[in-house]
């Protein structure tokens, strides 16, 4: 884990980031796949569940990789502070989607234990 500047919990790695954006993106894409048109193939009707779906992990898929590129330019600074934790606690509260999810990195499950 990478020191942050806040007191909050600890930063990922770089490696760790790549690692939980490559899941996620995985996960977004799985998901969309029967939105996937061929070339030649009509778009789907506007409002159509298959649009929204595809709407929805494409703005997924965005978000993701912009957190990532916050992160990114946050630990290139060499003292990542606020925005590299709030870019970090908005990537776990996405993966907690999948915290039940077997291929989620060991490392990212121990995160997502609830207290109870």
């Given at each position: 884990?990478?020191?942050?500047?806040?007191?909050?919990?600890?930063?990922?790695?770089?490696?760790?980031?790549?690692?939980?954006?490559?899941?996620?993106?995985?996960?977004?894409?799985?998901?969309?796949?029967?939105?996937?048109?061929?070339?030649?193939?009509?778009?789907?009707?506007?409002?159509?569940?298959?649009?929204?779906?595809?709407?929805?992990?494409?703005?997924?898929?965005?978000?993701?990789?912009?957190?990532?590129?916050?992160?990114?330019?946050?630990?290139?600074?060499?003292?990542?502070?606020?925005?590299?934790?709030?870019?970090?606690?908005?990537?776990?509260?996405?993966?907690?989607?999948?915290?039940?999810?077997?291929e989620l990195p060991d490392w990212m499950s121990e995160l997502l234990v609830t207290?109870?």
């Amino acid at each position: 884990m990478t020191e942050s500047t806040s007191p909050h919990q600890p930063l990922p790695t770089w490696e760790q980031v790549v690692v939980l954006r490559d899941f996620i993106h995985a996960r977004t894409y799985a998901a969309a796949v029967p939105t996937i048109r061929l070339n030649g193939e009509p778009a789907h009707a506007p409002g159509s569940s298959l649009a929204r779906v595809a709407e929805v992990n494409g703005a997924l898929y965005e978000v993701t990789s912009q957190l990532c590129r916050s992160l990114y330019a946050e630990f290139t600074t060499g003292r990542p502070g606020p925005i590299a934790d709030a870019s970090w606690a908005a990537l776990v509260s996405i993966a907690a989607a999948w915290r039940e999810d077997p291929e989620l990195p060991d490392w990212m499950s121990e995160l997502l234990v609830t207290p109870r």
